[in-house]
């Protein structure tokens, strides 16, 4: 059984910094896929950062040079460094994982849908004012 569990969301000025962390449990494939998604009221789930079991890092348009994804793969920990906040970046956080044949697809598709990934965690959310 997999289980994601979020945490690092809070309130923080524009400008300001945040770090999610996203602790995983229940898979044992080697092969997988972590992402981080958004989703603010009345929009759809955004991807925002994803990093493959090869260390294959990508990032929604939106975020980069401002977001950091990593992993510690020892502690099973998913990380999202967020710098230079905005308003706009405010929404629920949520960590989502791919494992198995499927994770390569799922890391290396051009697009990044929530349908991508099939366990997710429950969020955090994130407001900056």
């Known amino acids: 059984h997999v289980q994601l569990v979020e945490s690092g969301g809070g309130s923080v000025q524009a400008g300001g910094s945040l770090r999610l962390s996203c602790a995983l449990s229940g898979t044992a494939y080697r092969q997988y896929c972590m992402a981080w998604f958004r989703q603010s009221p009345g929009k759809e789930r955004e991807g925002v950062a994803r990093?493959?079991?090869?260390?294959?890092?990508s990032y929604a348009d939106s975020v980069k040079g401002r977001f950091t994804i990593s992993q510690d793969t020892v502690k099973r920990i998913l990380y999202l460094q967020m710098d230079n906040l905005k308003p706009e970046d405010s929404a629920m956080y949520y960590c989502?994982?791919?494992?198995?044949?499927?994770?390569?697809?799922?890391?290396?598709?051009?697009?990044?849908?929530?349908?991508?990934?099939?366990?997710w965690g429950q969020g955090t959310q994130v407001t900056v004012s």
């Open positions: 989502a994982e791919e494992a198995g044949p499927t994770a390569f697809w799922s890391c290396s598709n051009t697009l990044m849908p929530q349908t991508d990934f099939d366990h």
């Open positions: 990093i493959g079991d090869d260390g294959t890092i």
